[in-house]
């Protein structure tokens, strides 16, 4: 299979960083292709405006989903937002490996998804949910937090897949994703160097048995 994992952590020796690494000796050793964005270490520039284009169609009045439009048919998309969307098109599945930020993704992920998602290329009229481009591709987070799981209740902060929906539904299923499940690691600091080594270990048998049932 073809595989796209995306890392947005700022520190290359990061817990994140490892749980990245992790699934891409994972998967390259068990005979999949994998393709990688390490947004951090990429330089992605994150911030969505006039030069996600090389030519702009109206230079008097900025509206990034007109401008995608005319940049589908015209090819005017900027080439770092291009070799994004080229990866994400070429792949059977999507992770992203990020820590949880205000119960959301980092920023630099965000940025990338505003960027990348163009209008005309990844969703259009009619063209989302089960109609959208992306059908037939899988997705997964894989996430971790600061906080403990146990105030990932709804009385506390609420349970995770709430958390998690609107990039679920509101990003990944809307685009045509079909969601695995995610990868959630609670309280990533207070763990101890064994338990880490542990979860990486447990990391890698997932991402296998996940794969092996797909195939
Ligand atoms: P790290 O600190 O990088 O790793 C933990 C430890 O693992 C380190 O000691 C590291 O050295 C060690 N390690 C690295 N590699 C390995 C390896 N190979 N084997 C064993 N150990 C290793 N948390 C929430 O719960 N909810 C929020 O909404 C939230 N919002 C946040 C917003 C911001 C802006 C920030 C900065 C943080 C927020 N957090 C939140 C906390 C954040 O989610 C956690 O700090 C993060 O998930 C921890 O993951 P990490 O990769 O940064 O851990």
Redesign the pocket.
């Known amino acids: 299979m073809k595989i796209l994992i995306v890392l947005a952590?700022p520190?290359a020796?990061?817990?994140?960083?490892?749980l990245y690494d992790t699934a891409i000796d994972t998967l390259k050793k068990s005979g999949h292709e994998v393709k990688t964005s390490d947004l951090y270490r990429g330089n992605f520039q994150p911030v969505s405006d006039e030069r996600n284009f090389t030519r702009l169609k109206n230079g008097s009045f900025f509206k990034q989903q007109y401008e995608e439009l005319h940049a589908v048919e015209h090819n005017t998309f900027s080439i770092d937002i291009l070799s994004e969307q080229e990866k994400v098109e070429w792949c059977d599945i999507m992770i992203w490996q990020f820590?949880?930020?205000?119960?959301s993704v980092p920023a630099i992920l965000k940025g990338w998804v505003d960027k990348v998602f163009a209008m005309g290329k990844f969703y259009d009229n009619g063209k989302i949910y089960d109609n959208g481009f992306s059908v037939g591709k899988k997705a997964m987070l894989s996430v971790?937090?600061?906080?403990p799981k146990k105030y990932y209740i709804p009385e506390k902060y609420g349970d995770m897949h709430s958390i998690l929906f609107p990039i679920h539904r509101g990003i990944l299923e809307f685009l045509g994703f079909t969601v695995l499940d995610p990868h959630v690691i609670y309280s990533?600091?207070r763990l101890t160097?064994d338990e880490?080594?542990t979860i990486?270990n447990d990391w890698s048998e997932k991402l296998m048995a996940q794969l092996a049932e797909m195939d």
């Open positions: 952590h520190e020796k990061s817990f994140n960083s490892a820590p949880l930020y205000w119960f971790t937090t600061g906080g990533v600091e160097p880490r080594k990486l």
